[in-house]
């Protein structure tokens, strides 16, 4: 079967060639774009076909699988448990939500005064929302968008028309799209997209791909996992890919999926998005939030969870991890003192904050030390005000800058920011040397990351921004703001997979979440959100005397060291940094 769907993409791609996908051509202005997608300024409803794929419909069976818990413990008398979660980003929330939908008593801490960890936004002196980074939804997101129906907010994303739009490197203020055909079945959709765009790969640049990708959809995830020890760079030297398709692709790519560079990157996160991208159809089509997503997603969450009995407590994070004789947790220790006991515990907070928290008593064991193994990967991000609206895409563009990665003119994109004005949120990356960035940018001032991303965008709009853009269309900059994350998703860096511990711990009452947890989504908010769902799966089965999925085998490579005890380094400070979170200027983030 697999064999016949090649032959009929190659077959395609001999009708495609040098034709358009639909009415738009494949390299057009900003101007040209932006007034095609006004016509159809309307609010898109979710993709239909994004509820027939398998992976949507696995993750609406494990979601019932909670709901069907309640059903028969509530038969059964059993009352449930308490739950104690540290850690209020998108995976902590979403642990909350599954526990709460099963009837177990749940109480969540978020150390911030905020909600959603890296996808927190804060207002403001000026009531403008600052965020921590541009999140954009995918059609290949199905936990996500079983929850978004789960609490009856899909009408919150704003879908894009499903392109993929790059700034064309050589012609300043062109882009180029790969443009996906309405109705048409996956893979079919994708192989158009790719091969009716002419601009930025050549016909013979493309079938020099497939020896690559082949693999991937005939073997699958299998395939998928076993690149893990490759970068983007020494697969494509391993399959004699061009060095063009790297330019052209996987730097963009690389750069938007885990803010790194290809030759640091591990193929494995190029694959598992391609391989979404390509079996559904849908999957690679983009939402964005009609607002700012602590209101707009985390917010519906936390009263969703106290609708349920729970809790969640904001400003009050945990300092220490209590341990009885037998090392299973005792209790949870706060900032100001207080002991927190329950019957299970949950970490969702990132790698880096809970490596910080592993009692001694564990630290000698490889299942915990492996994580020694992961951590996060710095990014910035960065919101701009212009004086007047730019010729701007409405959706995301790809830069292809060696600076900016993605970036999207929320006044357009976002109900919440829509504006006569432009306002533009980029993602800077890579920001530091180990991300594969020469400068670290990340420690330079405010000013200088400003007028470095203003030289980029000088060039994405030659004829507004910059001192060659004539004075009477020159925007001028009313208002900017520097988000710095140190410590963002866990880095892909090649060979990492395999130190991802399973949500499941050697503790019995003590378990993982978080995106560095095992889950195929890897580090995302699709990631985050399975993973704690995936952990509230492990209560629910302990809780229930079910079988779990049990422990992920810990590799040989650490299996091998000898581990000395060491005792937690411990939280130090209050900022948002300090718990994984994002800090505007020279200030720590409310």
Known sequence: MNNLLLLSIALLSVGLKGTQTNAFSSVRSARQIHNELTKLNVRRPTPSRIRETKNFKDAKKL????????DLRTEEGNKGKTIAIFGGGLSGLSCAKYLSDAGHSVTLYEARPILGGKVSAWQDADGDFIETGLHI???????IHNLFEELRITDRLQWAPHRMTFAMQELPGEFTSFEFPAGVPAPFNMAAAILGNTKMLTLEEKIKMVPGLLPMLLEGQSFIDAQDELSVLDFMRKYSMPERINEEIFIAMGKALDFIDPDLLSMTVVLTAMNRFINEADGSQTAF????????????IKNYVESTGGKVICSSPVTQI???????????????????????????VPVDVFKRLVPAQWSTDPFFRQIDELEGIPVINIQIWFDRKLNSVDGLCFSRSSLLSVYADMSNCCAEYAS?????????????????????????????????????????????????????????????????????????????????????????NFILAGDYASQKYLGSMEGAVLSGKLAAEVICDKDLNRSTKGLKDVHSSVLAKEFSSKEPVGIVGSGATVYGGGKQGNFENP
């Open 63 to 70: 979601s019932q699988k909670f709901l069907d818990d309640f």
């Open 137 to 143: 939804f995918f059609g290949a997101y199905p936990n």
């Open 289 to 300: 939030l009609d607002g700012n997503p602590t209101e707009r997603i985390c917010e519906p």
């Open 322 to 348: 209590h341990l009885n004789d037998d090392s299973t947790v005792k209790a949870l220790q706060l900032k100001d003192g207080t002991h927190v006991e329950a019957d299970y515990y949950v970490s969702a």
């Open 420 to 508: 006569e004005t432009s306002m533009l949120e980029l993602v800077f990356a890579p920001c530091s040397p180990e991300a594969g960035s020469p400068i670290n940018w990340i420690a330079k001032p405010d000013s200088e990351i400003i007028d470095a991303t203003m030289k980029e965008l000088a060039r994405l709009f030659p004829t507004e921004i910059g001192d060659d853009a004539p004075d009477n269309k020159r925007a001028k900059v009313t208002k900017s703001t520097v988000v710095r994350v140190p410590r963002s998703v866990y880095a892909a860096v090649p060979g990492r997979n395999k130190f991802r511990p399973s949500q499941q711990t050697p503790i019995d």
